[in-house]
């Protein structure tokens, strides 16, 4: 599956931001989605996910509450709803696809097997 990534952007703390993510190709596997984000300096780290049903969906801790992932099969894209953006947000964020781990490990970036090029996502204090 290709992946198209978009929406990032320069906002202010308190805001909020939508990241979109087409998908092509195979999209009718049985693939596990998620977002994560990589800050300067620091390792990619796991945001969100979701299973191809839709039912099942996790988040990191740090995001919890504010951010909202979720799927439109229709469109072949899934979201990442971004709310009340703090500074620490700021990241170059990445969309993905994995079919390995059923779930299982939906946090471990080695899992996945696609991803979308990032989109940069600027929250200014």
């Known amino acids: 599956v290709q992946l198209q990534a978009s929406g990032g952007g320069l906002v202010q703390a308190g805001d909020s931001l939508r990241l979109s993510c087409v998908a092509s190709g195979r999209t009718n596997s049985n693939y596990v989605m998620g977002w994560f984000r990589q800050a300067p300096g620091k390792e990619r780290e796991f945001v969100a996910a979701i299973t191809f049903s839709g039912r099942d969906t996790r988040y990191a801790p740090s995001v919890k509450g504010r951010f909202t992932i979720s799927k439109d099969d229709a469109e072949n894209t899934f979201y990442l709803q971004m709310n009340s953006l703090k500074p620490e947000d700021t990241a170059v964020y990445h969309c993905?696809?994995?079919?390995?781990?059923?779930?299982?490990?939906?946090?471990?970036?080695?899992?996945?097997?696609?991803w979308g090029q990032g989109t940069l996502v600027t929250v200014s204090s």
């Open positions: 993905a696809a994995e079919t390995r781990s059923g779930f299982s490990y939906y946090y471990v970036p080695d899992y996945y097997d696609s």
